[in-house]
């Protein structure tokens, strides 16, 4: 077999919830926090059109790049949100996990490098384990929010640096970049002549500060890539509609590798993307009130426990404790904690080496009675394995 797709590692999400849902079929009643996937449903408007489309008889192929309606869409919201309307051949619509892939291969060969935060979105690095392009990780900093100081992407750039990942809101920390941070690492990206992708899959989810985009300097025509979905920000994540921004080469050039592997995506789904985008529904105002209120009492809640130390996130929907025990590690934790008392978190070294000694809590689709009854769950787990540290038990 191909010794390429030996270094496939996958989403450890994925298979967490594989394993909380068999215990589900068991009659265990499982609190899931592994999944970010909200619980709020898709976009009416999102449905009707992708319905209408299906009884239209819209269900062939379609142009790789993507429907030329969903593309202008996307422009449009570009327009809105970050200031500037890109041209309809730097758009690619595509799968936001697929992006990642795409950008990495069309511009990375093996052997070369990519910086990444540290913790980081694991498909960061599945992409770059099986490629053979190897990852310059930048340690996030938690006692600033987990920002991710240009010095230290500086100290991480060499000469086979080709692409530099920056990714605000964070997944997994919830963390947001300053405008600072964002803007001395574009001009790094600049000077030493590599691309930048800015995963902005959260940025209409950020609560505290604004959403800072390094995507206005060169209005991505020049090395800036922006990576966008709708799958947290419309509430849309099992319809897998993402897209790209980027300069006009570097599209063409993913969208050809799409062609190869998808032909394209389906058209009905676009429909119902551009319904979406263009309807007057302010599906992020309705959603960020409520994700407030998750945060705020899940956070408070986790920061009172023993052995706890959890920042508050200022974006997306995820919170990124810190857990000091003597002898539990985050993957040893985290499966006590799903066999004691069935509450399902990430570990956070699944997200790289930065993420050791942290887990992740997604607050999704986690009303509050759900985070209330966690709460009371995670007592009982922290009374155990914890307070007996302070006894000397």
Known sequence: MATMTDGLLGQPMFQLMQVADEMARNGRDVLHFEIGDLDFGSPPVAVDAAKLALDAGE??????????????????????????????????????????????RCVADPGEEVVIP???????LAVLSYTGVRGRAVQLDFD??????????AAAITDATKLIVLNSPSNPTGGCLTKESVREIARLAAARDCLLLSDEVYASLSYDRPHYSPAGIDRCRERTIVLGSLSKSMA????????????????????LLQETILSCLPPFIQR????????????????????????DRLVAGLA???????????????????????????????????????ICVVPGSHFGPGG???????????????????LERLGRFHTRHFERLRSGV
């Open 59 to 104: 269900t062939g192929y379609a142009d790789s790049r993507g429907l030329r309606e969903m593309r202008e869409a996307v422009a449009a919201r570009v327009e809105a949100t970050l200031g500037f309307r890109p041209a309809l051949g730097q758009i690619l619509v595509s799968p936001a996990n697929a992006v990642i892939d795409y950008v990495v």
């Open 118 to 124: 540290d913790p980081c979105f694991p498909t960061y």
């Open 144 to 153: 600033a929010g987990f920002d991710m100081h240009p010095d230290r992407v």
């Open 236 to 255: 849309m994540a099992g319809w897998r509609l993402g897209y790209a921004i980027g300069p006009e080469p570097l599209i063409e050039k993913m969208s």
């Open 272 to 295: 119902g993307g551009v319904a979406a985008l263009t309807s007057s529904d302010a599906v992020t105002e309705r959603i960020l009130p409520p994700l407030r209120r998750r945060r």
């Open 304 to 342: 009172a426990l023993p052995g706890v130390e959890c920042a508050v996130p200022n974006g997306a929907f995820y919170a990124f404790p810190r857990i000091d025990h003597p002898t539990l590690n985050d993957v040893e934790y985290a499966l006590r904690l799903l066999s004691e008392e069935a």
């Open 356 to 374: 050791a000694g942290f887990v992740r809590f997604s607050y999704s689709a986690a009303p509050l009675e759900n985070i209330e009854a966690a």
